[in-house]
Structures are given as structure tokens and as C-alpha cells.
């Protein structure tokens, strides 16, 4: 029976960094973020109705999406996310079922599902454990800021946008604290992997 692992976090708490110790270790990982943007290529349904949602003007030159933008108008209003994130779920939970089948086809013994908001959106059943990346608030708008060249308003939107990370904490079932090395991220990672008898 294949067991799937659902990687979480918050904004910049360190997903990715996480998620890559994982795919070095031989895990297969589905990420939600690039099911996100499939979801919203040229052609997409999504980019479409994004279009219509939000006005010609979150669409470049080019055709493509133009995130910042939308990051601009969503990050600082709810009803305007909760439009954004009603158009383009449905489409990264489709997708990373799609992912998620192939692998259990291909015998993975575990699947990584890396969903920033497994809490927000109420994917916790899609995942048989859950493993936290957590990093205190101070650590992560600091690292938002420096990985993205974000005002501390633009970071702090984006980090407010989403359930507490202290709160997250209590609903998993494993954390990682990544406010210190990556060594030591990466020695928490192992010891989990190894209580868990988790292997790819
Ligand atoms: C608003 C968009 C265009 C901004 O794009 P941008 O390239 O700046 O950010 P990116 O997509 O790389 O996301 C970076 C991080 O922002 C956070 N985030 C993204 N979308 C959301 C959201 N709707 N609500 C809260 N946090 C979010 C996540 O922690 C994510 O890992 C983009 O994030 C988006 O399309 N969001 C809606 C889809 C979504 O909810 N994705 C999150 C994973 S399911
Ligand atoms: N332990 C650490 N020490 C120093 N920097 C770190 C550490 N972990 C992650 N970082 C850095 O912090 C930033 C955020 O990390 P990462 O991109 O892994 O977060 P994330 O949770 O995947 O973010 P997002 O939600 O945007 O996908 C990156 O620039 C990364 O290099």
C-alpha cells in the first residue's frame, strides 16, 4: 500500500528546500505549486476564466500570466483570493491525482505531496501523514523578502494570507524546524524518515 506524505507549510518556511532533501533521496514529489501554474498556461481553462475574473490586465503581452500582478490584487483581498483559488483548485487537485496514480501504477512505496495550503483548503484526507516545515514569523518574512526582493508589506500580505504557522503545528503529525541550518533541517528530516519507515 503505497503511503502518501503531505508536506506543508507556510510561505518561505521552507517546502521546497524540504521537498528537494526528499527528491535526493529517491522519493517521487507532486507540487502543488506546479500544478498551479499548468493549471494556468496559455490555452489553460483557468487563464481564461482568470481573464474574465480579473480584467485583461493580469494577462502580458505574451499571453502568459502575469503573477505579479495578480499577486498584487489577491495578496491584499480575501474575497478577490478566495475568486482566484475557486478558479484554479480544481484544476491542482485534478492534476496532482493524475501524478499521484502514476506513481502508485509505477509501485512507489511513498508519495510526497507538497501543498502549501493542506490546511487552508481542507486537503488533510488526501494525505495518510503530515509533515510540517515550520520556521518562526521573524525567520520567514526576513527569507520572503531576501527570495522574492518583496517590501516587508508585500511579504507580510503574503504570509498573513494564510493560517498561522504556530497553529499548523498542533495538526501535524511531524515538524521540521527549519530556522537553523540546513544540516539540521536535513538531520530532523532523517530521524522523521526513519520513525516513519518511510522509504521511495
Ligand atoms: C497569486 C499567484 C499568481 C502569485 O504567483 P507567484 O509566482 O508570486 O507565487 P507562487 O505561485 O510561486 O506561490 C508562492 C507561494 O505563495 C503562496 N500562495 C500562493 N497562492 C496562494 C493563495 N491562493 N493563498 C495563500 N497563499 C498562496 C504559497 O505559499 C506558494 O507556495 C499564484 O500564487 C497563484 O496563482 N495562486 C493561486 C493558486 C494557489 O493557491 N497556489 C498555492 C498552491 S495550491
Ligand atoms: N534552513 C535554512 N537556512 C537558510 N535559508 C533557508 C533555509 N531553508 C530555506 N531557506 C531559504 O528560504 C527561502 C524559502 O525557502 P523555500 O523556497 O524552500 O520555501 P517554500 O516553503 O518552498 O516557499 P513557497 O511557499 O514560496 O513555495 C529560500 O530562499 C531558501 O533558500
Not at 4 to 15: M, N, P, Y
Amino acid at each position: 500500500m503505497t503511503v502518501i506524505i503531505g508536506l506543508t507549510g507556510g510561505i518561505a518556511s521552507g517546502k521546497s528546500t524540504v521537498s528537494r532533501m526528499l527528491e535526493a533521496r529517491g522519493f517521487p514529489i507532486i507540487d502543488a505549486d506546479v500544478a498551479a501554474r499548468e493549471a494556468v498556461k496559455p490555452g489553460q481553462k483557468a487563464l481564461e476564466e482568470i481573464e474574465a475574473a480579473f480584467g485583461q490586465e493580469v494577462i502580458q503581452p505574451d499571453g502568459m500570466l502575469d503573477r505579479a500582478k495578480l499577486g498584487s490584487i489577491v495578496f491584499h483581498d480575501d474575497e478577490k483570493r478566495k475568486t482566484l483559488n475557486g478558479i484554479v483548485h480544481p484544476a491542482v487537485r485534478s492534476w496532482m491525482n493524475g501524478k499521484k496514480e502514476e506513481y502508485i501504477q509505477n509501485g512507489s512505496n511513498t508519495i510526497i505531496l507538497d501543498i502549501p495550503l493542506l490546511f487552508e483548503s481542507k486537503l488533510t484526507y488526501m494525505a495518510d501523514k503530515v509533515l510540517l516545515v515550520y520556521v518562526d514569523e521573524k525567520t520567514q518574512l526576513h527569507r520572503l523578502m531576501e527570495r522574492n526582493g518583496l517590501s516587508e508589506s508585500e511579504a507580510s500580505a503574503r504570509i498573513h494570507s494564510q493560517m498561522p504557522l504556530k497553529q499548523k503545528v498542533e495538526l501535524a503529525d511531524a515538524v521540521i524546524d527549519n530556522n537553523q541550518s540546513l544540516d539540521h533541517t536535513e538531520s530532523q528530516l532523517a530521524d522523521i524518515l526513519g520513525s516513519w519507515n518511510l522509504t521511495p
